[in-house]
């Protein structure tokens, strides 16, 4: 029973949990970071006042969401 104890108190498998924990909050913070940009930048396009050099089409549409 004791040699379990050594194995799983060492500080390799808490490092390694600890780590992988770290990569989930990073995933999540880039697909956090990532939506909030792009909702961002959505809602300060439709600020933008119709017109200008490019006529508004669905092609534009499309470009300007994958930008």
Known sequence: ??????????????????TEKEK???????????????NLLKTMRRTIPSGGVVPRSASRDTYEMML
Do not use: G
């Open 1 to 18: 029973m004791n040699d379990i104890r050594k194995i799983v108190n060492q500080p390799d498998v808490q490092r390694q949990t600890k």
């Open 24 to 38: 989930k909050l990073k995933k999540v913070c880039a697909d956090f970071e990532a939506l909030l940009t792009y």
